[in-house]
């Protein structure tokens, strides 16, 4: 949606997703070019498949085209990006160097680093942000290549290793990198916190405010204690609100940090009851055509995806959301059959009709059709203008049940098992990521550790743990701002 021009893409695509004959139709189809992982394995006809991705690239770029490559080779949830692989910068100088060999004219050859950051990977329908980099002109990186006497082999790979070097560095300009989970976290948790929710922060801001916050928990010469403090409380919250489910926007609608009196702010939490349920009860025809998308999407997820696979997750969500959604239409055509008597279109199609009974058919057909169309049309609308907001107030709803639930009086849950849900565990490697990740130093706010199995505690007794967590986390963050509030001042030189 944001290409300039619309222009078509031919999108390099792991090899595997062509072996199936539909598939690979299809992908073919799309303008899509294969890529095999491991380039070392030959395809049987003597040409390599490097060779072979590179010879399509550069006819598919010969004819005026556009190629887009995911540079990274794999997708992976970490805090910053992992590498950049040089097949794109190695396409692109092949490209060039054949086009001198033939002595043809073309137009100069572009890259352009496009950054993709998404406020909730693992959300059907997140909110995405693109930024698209400054164009990359890759001749400016080859003068020396074709300088008389210069050796090729050496020249081409520099060459290669600079294209590569200035995509990355755009890449990570346009994108979010933390050195770690915890700082990661500790950043969503402070901006959640200041925002109240992530939908408060306006997309353009998104990644600017995210880097920012980052950078803040990063380093902290001035006031190292604090931030370390502020780093430890964070993440504890955050972990927390994780292991509970429970989200923070809806904490803070439904027990505000402030100074209010109690009697006030469970009359708002009061109040929400009833609303969700009115608000409910207008959501419901829209809802039951999407039931069944609900319900594939969840299941697809919880069965066929490994944990920690996000984009996995929202991959599968999407893809049997739509088949679900299909049995949905499915039903309601059904139902709309046995009541606008939808038989017609095959009784037209089989019987033999006059001139006459044609036309009356005909324009039966027509309203029927424009009926079922305009139907299930109006109740995808109808669903979309609502869906986010039913979601918000249902997790309201479940907050409420988990809170009360937590607030009754019962034996806390012990230190030693609270411990091991105050850190959230590494998620699991991904084998295609080629560079290896510095050791991260098991300490409070070091890298997030692999934690052993945990012994499962009651969301419930988990609930009194997290408010107190939040008040430390509220806390600990007003004063290392303050902190770094108080430092900048103090460096700032004054005339």
Not at 206 to 217: E, I, N, P
Not at 246 to 274: E, G
Not at 309 to 320: D, L, T
Not at 324 to 337: F, I, N
């Amino acid at each position: 949606a944001t290409i300039p021009y619309r222009r078509h893409l031919s999108f390099w695509a792991k090899s595997s997703m062509f072996a199936d004959p539909l598939a690979r139709a299809i992908m073919l189809s799309s303008g899509a070019i294969p890529v095999k992982r491991n380039p070392n394995n030959g395809n049987g006809n003597g040409v390599s498949p490097q060779t072979s991705l590179f010879r399509e690239s550069s006819m598919v770029l010969e004819s005026g085209n556009v190629i887009c490559v995911f540079p990274e080779g794999t997708s992976y949830t970490l805090p910053s990006i992992m590498q950049v692989l040089s097949g794109a910068a190695w396409a692109a100088v092949d490209y060039v160097k054949w086009m001198r060999e033939k002595d043809a004219k073309s137009k100069e050859l572009t890259i352009v680093p496009v950054g993709i950051v998404y406020t909730d990977k693992a959300r059907y329908q997140s909110r995405v942000y693109v930024k698209y980099g400054k164009p990359i002109m890759v001749e400016t990186y080859m003068q020396e290549l074709f300088r008389t006497g210069a050796d090729v082999e050496a020249e081409t790979k520099m060459a290669v290793k600079q294209v590569t070097a200035e995509i990355e560095r755009q890449m990570r300009a346009m994108t979010i990198n933390a050195p770690d989970w915890d700082t990661l976290h500790a950043a969503q948790m402070a901006r959640d916190i200041i925002y109240e929710s992530p939908a408060n922060v306006p997309l353009k801001d998104w990644l600017t405010v995210s880097q920012s916050l980052v950078d803040v928990f990063t380093t902290s010469s001035s006031s190292p204690a604090s931030l370390d403090a502020a780093k430890t409380a964070l993440t504890k919250y955050y972990s927390l609100l994780h292991h509970t489910g429970i989200s923070h926007s809806s904490l803070a609608t439904l027990l505000p940090i402030d100074p209010k009196p109690l009697f006030t702010r469970l009359l708002r939490t009061v109040i929400h009851i009833p609303f969700a349920f009115f608000s409910f009860v207008i959501f419901l025809p829209p809802m039951l055509l999407h039931v069944p998308a609900y319900i594939f999407g969840k299941l697809a997820a919880r069965l066929l995806v490994d944990e920690g696979e996000v984009e996995a997750e929202a991959q599968f969500k999407a893809i049997f959301g739509g088949v679900g959604l299909g049995v949905g239409l499915g039903t309601a055509l059904g139902v709309l059959r046995k009541h606008v008597h939808l038989e017609s279109i095959w009784k037209f199609i089989i019987q033999n009709n006059t001139q006459e009974g044609l036309i009356e058919n005909l324009k039966r057909i027509v309203t029927t059709l424009g009926i079922a169309y305009s139907g299930i049309y109006l109740l995808l609308r109808w669903h979309n203008a609502l869906v986010y907001g039913n979601y918000k107030r249902l997790k309201i709803l479940l907050s409420i049940h988990k809170l009360c639930l937590g607030l009754i009086p019962q034996r806390p849950a012990s230190s030693d098992d609270l411990e091991k849900y105050c850190r959230l565990p590494t998620p699991p490697s991904n084998p295609f990521i080629k560079k290896k990740r510095e050791k991260e130093a098991d300490s409070p706010t070091g890298g997030t550790r692999n934690l052993s199995p945990m012994r499962n505690v009651p969301t419930r007794k988990l609930v009194r743990p997290l408010l107190e967590a939040r008040k430390q986390a509220y806390s600990t963050l007003e004063v290392y701002l303050k902190t770094r509030v108080e430092s900048a001042g103090a460096a700032t030189p004054k005339a």
